[in-house]
């Protein structure tokens, strides 16, 4: 059994989404062979070495289930991009790459976090190639904390003051760019997150049947993928209750 997830946008002020990740991790999680978390895993990340408290004790729940046998693959998403290597170390994880074909019930399955495929989303677009250039990331890794943390909350403000204001179909997945990148890969499933927006989608590449999996944010509730000897089956969970 493999489980995906993405968007959990984990922070301090979301105490509910905490306790379910963490149930979570000491539960499902724990029968898994694998566990890949397809970006936006935390709210904001503004470098390995302003760590908090509560992101070291995400990471060092990470690493329990690391240590319990279970394989874990983290994607950036483009709220934590600043991800690097310390804490994949303490995580006892390994980052993949965005884009990145893995084998999945022994097919080759295409997995991103997704905002590379709204290109319609311009200005979105160019901020993107701006803020991944290998040269800004040695500078934004190299800034003072306090100037990061000012940065990651003018970004994070500018951001959802554009998102209400652009059309509907802007902020998703532009549809022709599906086909376009599953073929460069040679695949028949995307599976991918970013848009909140879960569903199964049923495509065609050519000739040949596909589709694209679009993984869930945790909110509300939370979403998993599971793929097992079954197929794919996405499915959504309640958050426990908190402890009384």
Same mark, same amino acid.
């Given at each position: 059994?493999?489980?995906?997830?993405?968007?959990?946008?984990?922070?301090?002020?979301?105490?509910?989404?905490?306790?379910?990740?963490?149930?979570?991790?000491?539960g499902?999680?724990?029968?898994?062979?694998?566990?890949?978390?397809?970006?936006?895993f935390?709210?904001?990340?503004?470098?390995?070495?302003?760590?908090?408290?509560?992101?070291? +004790?995400?990471? /060092?729940?990470?690493?329990?289930?690391?240590?319990? *046998?279970?394989?874990?693959? @983290? #994607? !950036? =998403?483009?709220?934590?991009f600043?991800?690097?290597?310390?804490f994949?170390?303490?995580?006892?994880? +390994?980052?993949? /790459?965005?884009?990145?074909v893995?084998?999945?019930? *022994?097919?080759?399955?295409? @997995? #991103? !976090? =997704?905002?590379?495929?709204?290109?319609?989303?311009?200005?979105?677009?160019?901020?993107?190639?701006?803020?991944?250039?290998?040269?800004?990331?040695?500078?934004l890794?190299?800034?003072?904390?306090?100037t990061r943390?000012?940065?990651?909350?003018?970004?994070?403000?500018?951001?959802?003051?554009?998102?209400?204001?652009?059309?509907?179909?802007?902020?998703?997945?532009?549809?022709?760019?599906?086909?376009?990148?599953?073929?460069?890969?040679?695949?028949?499933?995307?599976?991918?997150?970013?848009?909140?927006?879960?569903?199964?989608?049923?495509?065609?590449?050519?000739?040949?049947?596909?589709?694209?999996?679009?993984?869930?944010d945790?909110?509300?509730?939370?979403?998993?993928?599971?793929?097992?000897?079954?197929?794919?089956?996405?499915a959504?969970?309640?958050?426990?209750?908190?402890?009384?």
């Open positions: 059994m493999i489980l995906l997830i993405s968007d959990l946008h984990l922070q301090e002020e979301r105490p509910d989404i905490t306790r379910a990740f963490l149930d979570f991790l000491g499902r999680a724990r029968s898994a062979e694998a566990l890949y978390i397809l970006g936006d935390f709210e904001a990340w503004i470098g390995d070495d302003a760590m908090t408290p509560f992101q070291s +004790s995400i990471c /060092a729940a990470l690493r329990a289930l690391s240590d319990g *046998g279970t394989k874990i693959f @983290l #994607m !950036h =998403g483009n709220r934590d600043l991800i690097g290597s310390s994949r170390r303490k995580a006892g994880c +390994s980052l993949l /790459a965005d884009p990145s893995v084998r999945l019930n *022994g097919q080759p399955v295409l @997995l #991103m !976090h =997704g905002d590379s495929l709204c290109t319609r989303d311009e200005g979105y677009m160019r901020l993107r190639r701006v803020l991944r250039n290998p040269l800004t990331l040695f500078v890794r190299n800034l003072p904390l306090g943390h000012k940065l990651a909350r003018k970004l994070r403000s500018e951001s959802r003051a554009q998102t209400q204001m652009k059309a509907h179909d802007i902020v998703d997945v532009t549809p022709e760019e599906v086909p376009r990148v599953m073929r460069q890969h040679g695949v028949a499933t995307l599976i991918h997150g970013h848009t909140h927006r879960p569903a199964v989608h049923e495509l065609q590449i050519g000739d040949l049947p596909a589709q694209r999996i679009v993984l869930g945790w909110d509300r509730q939370g979403w998993v993928l599971q793929v097992d000897d079954r197929g794919f089956n996405l959504p969970f309640d958050f426990p209750a908190p402890a009384v």
